[in-house]
C-alpha cells in the first residue's frame, strides 16, 4: 500500500531585510544579507565533555531537535564550524585543548557557555577546574542551568543566532575586538 | 588478521607504524578520553590511553559538605544514571545511621533505579548503532528517554542531575501523574524497544561489526576488574542486586542475563536483555506499590529527614530539625563501610568513612567505568581502527564517572 | 560450605600469626591490618588458597591520617570472593615520609590505575609499578592533593570573594 504523501506547508520563510526594491532588483546592505544568512547556518561544533553534553544530546535528537534552527549540520571539525558550543566542565587539564579548538576556528567565531560549570565553574569549586572558560577564551552567550533545559540551549543558541544576524561587518577588524583577542593573548 | 605474503626488508617503510591521536576531543570518542594508538595500516598495534581531562575531585569536595549537599555530586558521576547514584548514596547513609526504610519507599526506589538503568542502555545501545552506521535507532530511543525524564521530572522536578529523594526516602509522594506517566511509559516503551531489536540484533551489517570485536574471557574481566554488563557479557553472573541484595531486591523475579565471549555484540545484547528485566521489574513493582497503602513515602527519621515545610512554620520541634539539617550541624554517627549498589555500569560502591562530625572523614566511590577502561588497550589490540570506536561506545565511558 | 569471617581470621591468624592486627568486623564486613612488607604476600595468600579465593580486587585507594605519627596514610584494599560473595576490607599503614608500598598489579590488572589514582591523591609510592605517574591531575602538578593538609579550592583565584562564597573554612561550608 502506497504512502499517502505529505508535504509540509508550515514553513516559515524570514522576513525579508530592509532594502529598496524595484522591478527585477532588490538593494540592501551586505551586513544584512550576510548576516541572514550566517544566522540561518550555523555550524555548531559541539565541545561537549560531561553532563551538560548529554542534555544537549537530547537537544540535538528527535524531542527537541535543535536542526530546525538551521544547525542542521553538527561538525566536529573545528575548522569548518562557526559556533563553538562547550558543554560541561573544563578541568585544567582540558583548558589547552579548548584553547587550541578555539584557535583553529576560522574568523567569524562566536562561543556559546552552555551550563553553570562551562560558564563559572559550576558546583565546583576546586583545585582541577576551571572556573569558566571565559578564563581562557571569549565567549558571547552564556546559558545558565546545572544542566540547563534543552529549551534552554536552544534559547541560548538563538540569542547567538540574534548576534550573528546583527553583527556588523567591520567588528571583527575593529581595535576593540583586536584588543579582547590580546587580552586573552590570542593574536 | 591477514597473513603477510611479502617479506618486507628490515628498515623499509612500509614497516614502519604511525602515530594517531584519537582524543580527547574526537567526533569518535563520546566522552574526553585521549588515546595514543600506534597504528599499522588500518590495525592497531599499541595504545595508550589517558584520562583526567574532566576530573573534578569529588571526593575532595566530598570531605566538606554536609551529607545531604552530597548528593548532588553523585548525580554527576554517572549522569545518564543519575537516580542510581543519588539512591546508592542515601542507602549508604542510611546503613551506616541504621535506618530501615519501610517497603514502598524501596518500591518506589526500585521503579526509580530501574528506569535509570533503562535509559543508560538506551544511550549506549543507540550510540553503539550510531557508531555502526544506524542513526535512526538512536533518535527512536530517545525519544522514550524523554518520557523517562518526564517521569523524574514529576517526582522531583529535574530531568538530567536528578538529586532525587533524601536519606530515609522521598522528599515528596508519587503523584498519581507519575504513576500514570510510568505506566505509560511500560506500555509505549517495548514495542520501541522490539522494533530497535528487530532492527538490530540480526542485522547482517550489525553483526559483522560488532562480532568477535573487542572481546575478553571471564578471566581476564574479572583481572581487569570488570563488572556490571561488561562482566556479564564474558559469562560471569556476577550482580549486586542478587550477590548482596539491597533495597529490596530479593523481593522481585528477575534472570540476569549473561553473554559468552565478551565481544561487542554480546555487550549489546546483555544491554538489551537487561532492559526488558528492568521493565518487568518495574512491573513487579508497580503492582506492589499498589497494595501498600499509600501516604508512605519515607522512613520516620526526624533527625535526618527534612521535615515538611508546612510543619517548619507550625511547630516548634520541625524547625530546629530543619535548620540544623539546612545548616549541616546535624552530626552523623562514627563509622566505617562499603556499600556497593549496581549501577547501570557496574558495581558502584561507596567507601564511607565517618568519624562523627557533619561531613564524611573519606568518601571514595568505586567507579566502574574508571576500572574496566584499563582493558581498553588490551581489548582493541590488533583491532582495525574502526572497531576501537565501536569497542570504547559498548563499552559505555562515561567521563564524569570516569574522571571523578 | 561457607565461607565465614571466623574461619577467614583463623585461616590468617595460622599463616601469619601476630601480624595480622586490629581484626574487626563492621557492618558485616571484616577488616583488618597487615604490615605493610607483608601486603602482596597476604593478597597472594588469600587468592591462592582454595577455600579463601579472594580473587577480585574491587577496590582500592588510601586514607590520610594527619595525627597517627608513623602511619599516615592508609592503603586500603577491598578483596571480594564471587563464589561465596564475601567481601573483606585490608589495609595497610605507612609513614608519610616514606610511602612505598608493594603493587598489586602483578596478581590483578585492575591495580594498575586504582594505584595511579592513589598515587595522584595521596602520593604513596607503589614499588614495582609498571608506570607509576599522575592520572588524573595534570602532571605539573606539585603536591597531593587529598592529603588533608591542602585547600580544596584554588588557591590563586581572585574573582570570588571569599566571605561570600564560604571559602576558607570559617563559616558553616
Ligand atoms: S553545569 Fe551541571 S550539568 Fe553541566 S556539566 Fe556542570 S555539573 Fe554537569
Redesign the pocket.
Known sequence: MARPVQYNEKVKTVAVPEGYSGEGFFATTFDQVIGLARKNSIWPLPFA?????I?FMATMASTYDMSRFGSERMAFTPRQCDLLMV???ISKKMAPVLRQVYLQMAEPRWVVA?????SSG???DTYSVLQGIDQVIPVDVYVP????RPEAIIDGFMRVQDLVGQESLRRRHSDKYKELLNSYGIQ | MSEQHITLPEGSIERQTQTLNLGPTHPATHGVFQNILEIDGERIVSSESTVGYIHRAFEKIAERRPYYQITPLTD?LN?CSSPINNMGWHMTVEKLLGIQTPKRVDYLRIIIMELARITDHLICNGVVGVDSGAFTGFLYLMKYRELVYEIYEEICGSR??TNIGRVGGFERNFTPAAFEKIERFLKEYPVALKEFETMMNRNRIFMERTQGVGPISAERAMNYGFTGPNLRAAGVDYDVRVAQPYCSYEDFEFTIPVGTTGDCYDRFLVRNAEMWESLSIIRQAMDKVKELPSDVYHADVPAYYLPEKSAVYTKMEALIYHFKIIMGESDILPGELYNPVEGANGELGFYLISDGGRSPYRLHFRRPCFIYYQAYGELIKGAMLSDAVICMSSLNLIA?ELDA | MSLTNDYIKQRLAEKFGESISQVEESFGTMSFTAPKDLNLKVMQFLYDEEELQFRFLTDLTAVHYPNRTGEELAVVYHLYNFKERVRLRMKVYTSIEDTRVFTATRLFESANWMERETYDFFGVNFVGHPNLKRILNVDEMTYFPMRKEFPLEDQTRTDKDDEMFGRGGHIGI
Not at chain 1, 49 to 53: A, E, H, I, R, V
Not at chain 1, 145 to 148: H, I
Open positions: 565533555t560531561s553532563c551538560c553534553g542534555e558543554m560541561g566542565t552552555v551550563g553553570a560549570c562551562a559550576g558546583v565546583f542551568g546545572c544542566p540547563p | 554527576r549522569y538530567l542531575t564524569g
